[in-house]
């Protein structure tokens, strides 16, 4: 039988919350640089593409100079919506909103391709960075994308102090940090919709997420992915 969550149902506009890590559980993140990177990486595939007249350069090529555009990498930024995220030293968690069918496995395999690329750079090695078969949960009722969210903005809080300073998307959750290709909005949305939650009610997100007693494990079931 398959691994949990390396078969994956592919649906246009489906939510998904996606994970991956090191090879041999190894960490992918080793200082505050590599975490810049991947989410530079994150950005230039959630915005829109710059306007090719505005990134010509200068080319020569045997002798004759002529105007060029350097190689850009895909940009995702109709096919995909970035939920939510959350960077651990050895794996990273995305919330996606893939917004065509197939944009969710090309949009991960573009950016890890990316990541693995820089890192065995910088740190001369050579081989896989990430496990073969990144894992991906399809998110099939509204009220877990809560729990899911949850879920990845608490991720964090065994190695640091306080949620807020980890490499997450909880900062734009709470309006302390305005991202473009961060889309909290739909979440957030779901969360002043149901209001209460587990038959208790929530003044704020922050109170849901740091409040929250319940075992996520076994709130969401399959929708959480296995460390």
């Not at 039988?1 to 149902?9: E, G, Q, S, T, Y």
């Not at 939510?15 to 993140?29: D, L, P, Q, S, T």
């Not at 090695?125 to 969210?149: D, M």
């Amino acid at each position: 039988m398959p691994a949990r969550n390396i078969v994956k149902v592919y649906v246009e506009n489906g939510i998904y919350h996606v994970y991956n890590r090191g090879v041999e559980k190894r960490n992918i993140f080793l200082d505050r640089q590599d975490y810049g990177v991947f989410l530079r990486i994150l950005k230039d595939a959630l915005t829109p593409p710059p306007d090719r007249k505005m990134i010509q350069i200068d080319v020569t090529l045997k002798g004759s100079t002529f105007k060029g555009v350097p190689r850009q990498p895909r940009s995702f930024h109709e096919d995909i919506d970035l939920l939510a995220y959350c960077l651990m030293p050895n794996h990273f968690h995305l919330l996606l909103k893939q917004n065509k069918e197939q944009a969710m496995r090309q949009f991960v395999h573009s950016i890890s391709i990316r990541y693995a690329m820089y890192f065995n750079k910088r740190y001369h090695r050579i081989g896989k960075l990430f496990q073969n078969i990144y894992k991906a949960a399809l998110v099939s009722e509204e009220p877990y994308l809560l729990h899911v969210s949850r879920y990845i903005h608490l991720n964090p809080r065994e190695i640091v102090s306080d949620i807020e300073t980890a490499y997450s998307s909880y900062s734009e959750y709470l309006g302390k940090r305005h991202t473009p290709w961060v889309k909290p909005e739909l979440v957030l949305s779901l969360f002043g919709a149901y209001g209460s939650i587990m038959n208790k009610k929530y003044q704020s997100y922050k109170e849901f997420v740091e409040s929250f007693v319940e075992d996520s494990a076994e709130v969401l079931g399959r929708e959480t992915l296995e460390d």
